[in-house]
């Protein structure tokens, strides 16, 4: 993941989650479980939403952007799922410079559960119609897995969301940063050079 800190907004840019890859083993009431999305899965979600919104945490009191208020793109590519968000939030670019930003999570639900026994165990779960919620941008170390149960009119939906870990790439753009980081030293000896020799 890149992230980019500007004067007054920070860019974050990578992806939230793979298609086609088995996930790692977790855990669900239903027992242990390993998870494939498969390509496409994210895309027809996109065509579907009316808005996704940007998160902190997964904190719906923290929205830090949507779709529709321009600040966020998400596209599926061969990857996966891969967000570019503008954010201005202060207390996030401070999160950014300070190197606290820990991953992306998307929070999903998850429209025709098909499951199937594996080995030792440990079932097979494959997404490939979901509902995309929101996605966020997280400071505290992802959880994979958790679920939560909310009413939809008179039904409820059990939403989930997953998580990934990224090592961030971290550019510095501010006026702060780039007079930081320009080391003058060897124009300040090669100037006492020529101070030496006269100017010559």
């Given at each position: 993941?890149?992230i980019e800190i500007?004067?007054n907004q920070?860019?974050?840019d990578g992806y939230v989650?793979?298609?086609e890859?088995?996930?790692?083993?977790l855990?669900?009431p239903r027992?242990?479980f390993?998870e494939?999305i498969?390509?496409?899965?994210f895309?027809?979600?996109?065509d579907k939403?009316?808005?996704v919104y940007?998160?902190?945490?997964?904190?719906?009191n923290?929205k830090?952007?949507s779709?529709?208020?321009?600040?966020?793109q998400?596209?599926?590519?061969?990857i996966g799922?891969?967000?570019?968000a503008h954010?201005s939030d202060?207390?996030?670019?401070q999160?950014?410079?300070?190197g606290?930003?820990?991953?992306w999570?998307f929070g999903?639900v998850?429209?025709?559960?098909?499951?199937?026994?594996g080995?030792?165990?440990?079932?097979?779960?494959t997404?490939?119609?979901?509902e995309l919620l929101?996605?966020?941008?997280?400071?505290?170390?992802?959880?994979y897995v958790?679920?939560?149960?909310?009413a939809r009119g008179?039904?409820?939906?059990?939403?989930?969301?997953r998580?990934?870990?990224?090592k961030?790439?971290?550019?510095n753009?501010t006026?702060?940063?780039?007079s930081?980081?320009?080391?003058?030293s060897l124009?300040?000896k090669q100037?006492?050079?020529?101070?030496l020799k006269?100017?010559k």
């Amino acid at each position: 993941m890149r992230i980019e800190i500007r004067e007054n907004q920070v860019l974050l840019d990578g992806y939230v989650n793979a298609v086609e890859r088995e996930s790692r083993v977790l855990p669900s009431p239903r027992g242990r479980f390993k998870e494939k999305i498969r390509a496409k899965t994210f895309e027809r979600a996109l065509d579907k939403a009316e808005n996704v919104y940007l998160l902190f945490n997964h904190d719906k009191n923290r929205k830090l952007g949507s779709l529709q208020e321009g600040n966020l793109q998400l596209y599926e590519d061969n990857i996966g799922l891969r967000a570019i968000a503008h954010v201005s939030d202060e207390k996030i670019i401070q999160k950014a410079k300070d190197g606290e930003l820990k991953g992306w999570s998307f929070g999903f639900v998850d429209n025709k559960p098909l499951w199937e026994d594996g080995e030792d165990g440990i079932q097979k779960r494959t997404l490939e119609d979901i509902e995309l919620l929101e996605v966020s941008i997280l400071d505290i170390t992802p959880a994979y897995v958790a679920t939560s149960i909310e009413a939809r009119g008179e039904d409820q939906a059990i939403s989930e969301t997953r998580a990934a870990d990224f090592k961030a790439e971290i550019e510095n753009r501010t006026e702060e940063a780039r007079s930081k980081d320009i080391d003058y030293s060897l124009y300040e000896k090669q100037i006492e050079l020529l101070k030496l020799k006269g100017g010559k």
